[in-house]
């Protein structure tokens, strides 16, 4: 079996620490054939897996911006642009303003004015800027 596609480095440093682990507690007794072997397959299985690993963590680290973060409040966010007080227009919400990144027909998006944290579509601030 070939491994599949060219690695990242963060799968191969993954693979050496496997390794040398796996050595370092192993060093005082000689490997059996068949134990080798498994161990190969436990290594290329787990440098498949990391990179999946790797590709679902960031997306995990993204987090949505709550009416009670301490920025939030003092530009009364709402995650329903219904429920803000300060807004006069009717249509004004985060999906169509110009700090707002994310793609449409989603839930949430990024907004800048929170440093890349999610914000609801449907939410709606002080600071909205309608998209140009
Ligand atoms: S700045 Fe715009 S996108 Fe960000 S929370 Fe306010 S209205 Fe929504």
Aim: aromatic share 8%.
């Amino acid at each position: 079996m070939s491994p599949p596609g060219p690695r990242s480095a963060a799968a191969r440093r993954h693979s050496f620490i496997v390794l040398h682990a796996y050595e370092e507690t192993n060093m005082a007794q000689p490997m059996h054939p068949g134990g080798r072997r498994r161990f190969i397959r436990l290594a290329v299985s787990g440098f498949v897996a990391a990179p999946f690993a790797l590709a679902t963590g960031p997306a995990r680290a993204v987090d949505t911006v709550p009416e009670s973060d301490p920025t939030a409040a003092a530009l009364g966010y709402k995650i329903d642009a219904t429920k803000a007080a300060g807004r006069t227009d009717k249509a004004a919400t985060c999906a169509s303003c110009n700090f707002y990144s994310g793609k449409a027909g989603t839930a949430d998006g990024p907004c800048s004015v929170f440093a890349g944290r999610l914000v609801s579509a449907k939410g709606w601030c002080s600071a909205y800027a309608k998209k140009g």
